[in-house]
């Protein structure tokens, strides 16, 4: 077991990975990619000390070159979900299970909004892991909204599984369905049913499932965490970094404006030490 599961790989969670090695804890970190794209992309970042004038890339370049120079690994995972089992945490990414006493959260920006009935039927016929649901719908219909293309050799697995499997690509630059798969170009409005999800509903029609497959990098954050709060859309945390469920803490861009380099890396580096303290606080709890 972990003393901290630090989750997500921009200037927060590198940050936090940081501070937890210098703190000397033991720890995981990991997420759907070890960078964060928005960091890399930015043209040129002009407030962060001591680094006038860097390109997002030279930024994230500095961030990566400086955990590795620490023996600081990042573990490529897609989290799904965070549980509170008996003072612990347990970590679900695909079909592996990580465990630790505390969570740092650095998601960064929930820029993709659930669409309605998603998180609703989160668990009762929809699933954001291929790999842990897949074989439960061998023969049956399913539909696959892939929001990336990281995860098309995803869509190919459930293809090969599925009875019928409907795909909607809801990004640009779909390489094109599986041989068993329908390609929809158009985007859901929202899941219907009754105790489990039954329809997949567009503009213009609706389409009896069995499941529904929701692939994307990030989730919305009280779906990754039950009972997490919010405030805003974003998560709620006080000057500790610390949110609403005792032992998960977050940083970064997910705790609302502004959405600065600098504020991100501050908030890791408290959100760290907050999460050392509360580790000594509850020894042998």
């Not at 695909?94 to 650095?106: D, F, K, P, Y």
């Not at 390489?175 to 039954?198: F, L, M, N, S, T």
């Not at 404006?257 to 501050?266: D, M, R, S, T």
Request: aromatic share 10%.
């Amino acid at each position: 077991m972990y003393d901290i599961a630090i989750i997500g790989g921009g200037p927060a969670g590198v940050s936090a990975a940081i501070n937890a090695r210098l703190l000397g804890k033991n720890f995981i970190w990991m997420g759907s990619r070890p960078t964060s794209l928005k960091a890399e992309k930015a043209e040129l970042v002009k407030n962060y000390p001591g680094l006038p004038d860097a390109t997002g890339e030279e930024l994230s370049w500095a961030f990566k070159q400086h955990a590795e120079s620490m023996n600081i690994p990042f573990s490529v995972r897609a989290v799904t979900g965070v549980y509170e089992t008996g003072g612990k945490f347990s970590v679900l990414a695909g079909n592996e299970e990580t465990e630790a006493r505390t969570v740092i959260l650095c998601l960064g920006v929930n820029a993709q909004k659930p669409v309605e009935g998603e998180e609703e039927f989160l668990g009762r016929g929809i699933s954001y892991c291929a790999t842990c649901d897949g074989m439960l719908y061998r023969g049956k219909t399913i539909a696959v909204a892939v929001y990336d293309g990281q995860f098309e050799s995803e869509v190919e697995f459930l293809c090969e599984i599925a009875g019928t499997c409907y795909v909607i690509p809801l990004y640009k630059g779909y390489k094109g369905a599986p041989a068993k798969g329908k390609e929809i170009i158009k985007a859901p409005i929202k899941y219907a049913g009754g105790r489990r999800v039954e329809e997949v509903v567009f503009k213009d029609g609706r389409l009896a499932v069995d499941g529904v497959f929701v692939l994307r990098p990030s989730i919305s954050y009280t779906a990754l965490v039950h009972g997490l709060a919010t405030v805003g859309g974003h998560i709620a945390v006080d000057r500790a970094c610390a949110t609403n469920i005792p032992g998960i803490f977050a940083a970064g861009d997910c705790t609302g404006l502004p959405y600065q380099y600098a504020k991100a890396v501050g908030e890791g580096n408290v959100a760290a030490h907050s999460a050392a303290q509360y580790l000594s606080e509850n020894k042998g709890s």
